[in-house]
């Protein structure tokens, strides 16, 4: 994609979601999470699913964050920065609403 | 996305399918060829299916459930217009209870908003509606039907009050290349998250076509060189996905991903192909789902093996490096232009035949089009 190089900054009480006609689908024969979109599919790892999983319109991002940070025992620091950089990658692909 | 392509048996081997194979991730179901357009660039084929033919919708019913279980995650619903089907709502329920991401691709002729809600309401996630062009007596022309760029925007704009999401298909060629900042914008202005910009494939009804749809060098490098300003003015507002202009180009497209690799497609009477246009190529028996179950098709036919991965290529394919990024490119293609379907993709410039694309693409002529009629 063609974003700028600047670091991804998401607010911390951004709710983020995914849109109407995207969604995250677990599938044995493709072997994993897959991310739905129109015309477009993407394989999610398990990490990526891991977010994504999470973006629910509800959450905010601080608490994303700080439940993935809990989750996996991970410096909060740098899930925050892993966390932003995938979903506002998402969100210039129109596939995450923030 | 994985991208590993392997090489295995052809068509008339032992009918072993090769191991592992690939699960594919789309089918293309093609529910009808009835529609009101006439575009002279169609991708359905020159023989079309009749309307006694065509699979009813129980029969869909089980191909989307076989797909599901295939792996098939997305299922574009597709023509024709697939809204000349009277039960369109029925068949797209089906697909919806078969647990798949449900695709409309449409004209926007013959959907009603009455229809579009009860087809919303059985679970459709997405909308496609092409448009011939931004100015609508150009549009109307290219579409071979009055009226029918005025009822694409009203479609589009009933979609877009359903908060539904939308992509719109713009195929370009010559009447429309220079247009294309006018035609993102009233993408934009239709309200689609998502645009195609799509030039012409020269198959089928466009191949009929091509002397009056081929632009000019120029013209295909400026358009060409427009996507990427749009993009990064538009950003975030709406995707800009462009399909490349074929014959302008270095190299071949890997079409379809590669030949029974990821997706496949059925035609309003059954047959299983592994792309539209794969009924083209002599030789090839495709077989029906009304004999056979969508997986042995996949795993069996052998018209599905016959150009999996790349041990069938020839030179200079096998020994190049791109061979398991394009597969030596499109099989329909190779065989339209060299009278072979092994052949490189002569659209490649190291294929020994590129001069026939370099002649076809110099050939441009203000003929009438050739419609597309059933």
């Known amino acids: 994609m063609s974003s700028p190089a600047a670091p991804p900054s998401i607010l911390p009480d951004a709710r983020p979601r995914l849109p109407r006609g995207v969604r995250l689908v677990h599938n044995e024969a493709q072997g994993g999470w897959m991310l739905l979109a129109p015309e477009r599919v993407f394989k999610a790892d398990q990490i990526a699913a891991e977010i994504v999983r999470r973006c629910t319109g509800e959450a905010s991002f601080a608490a994303i964050v700080d439940d993935l940070a809990d989750t996996f025992g991970a410096p909060r620091e740098r899930v925050e920065a892993d966390v932003a950089a995938l979903l506002q990658g998402l969100a210039d692909k129109k596939l995450l609403e923030l | ?374």
Not at chain 2, 116 to 142: C, F, M, N, T, Y
């Open chain 2, 1 to 374: 996305m994985t991208t590993d392509g392997r090489p295995n048996g052809h068509a008339g081997g032992n009918g072993q399918p090769p191991k592992p194979l690939h699960s594919p991730l789309g089918l293309l179901a093609e529910l009808t060829h009835r529609c009101p357009l006439g575009c002279p660039y169609c991708s359905n084929p020159l023989e079309m299916d009749k309307r006694e033919s065509e699979l009813d919708a129980a029969a869909w019913a089980r191909v989307f459930r076989e797909a599901a279980a295939l792996g098939v995650l997305q299922v574009h619903l597709s023509g024709g217009e697939p809204a000349s089907r009277r039960d369109l709502v029925d068949i797209m329920a089906a697909a919806c209870d078969a647990g798949l991401y449900t695709n409309l691709i449409t004209s926007g002729v013959g959907v009603t908003e009455e229809r579009l809600r009860e087809l919303v309401d059985a679970g459709l996630d997405h909308v496609q509606i092409s448009i011939q062009d931004s100015e609508p007596k150009s549009a109307d022309l290219i579409a071979g039907y009055a009226g029918a760029y005025a009822r694409k925007r009203a479609l589009a704009a009933a979609v877009a009050a359903l908060k539904l999401p939308l992509t719109v298909n713009i195929v370009i060629h010559r009447a429309n290349i220079t247009r294309i900042d006018e035609l993102v914008a009233m993408a934009l202005d239709m309200g689609a998250s998502r645009v195609e910009i799509a030039h012409v494939q020269y198959y089928g009804w466009a191949l009929k076509n091509r002397a009056a749809l081929m632009p000019t060098r120029q013209q295909v490098e400026d358009a060409v060189g427009r996507i990427e300003p749009l993009r990064k003015q538009h950003h975030g507002r709406i995707v800009i996905d462009a399909v490349v202009p074929d014959y302008y180009a270095r190299f071949p497209k890997p079409c379809v991903g590669g030949w029974g690799r990821r997706s496949l497609n059925v035609t309003p009477a059954g047959r299983v192909l592994p792309c539209h246009a794969a009924e083209s190529i002599p030789g090839l028996e495709f077989w029906s789902v009304k004999d056979h179950s969508l997986r042995e098709i996949w795993e069996r036919n052998p018209a599905f093996n016959a150009f999996r991965g790349t041990a069938f290529l020839p030179e200079p394919c096998r020994s190049c490096e791109r061979r398991e990024i394009d597969f030596g490119g499109c099989r329909c293609q190779a065989f339209a232009l060299t009278g072979d379907a092994r052949a490189a993709d002569p659209v490649c410039h190291l294929s020994p035949h590129h001069h026939v694309v370099e002649r076809q693409a110099a050939i441009q002529e203000d003929a009438a089009y050739v419609y597309r009629r059933l």
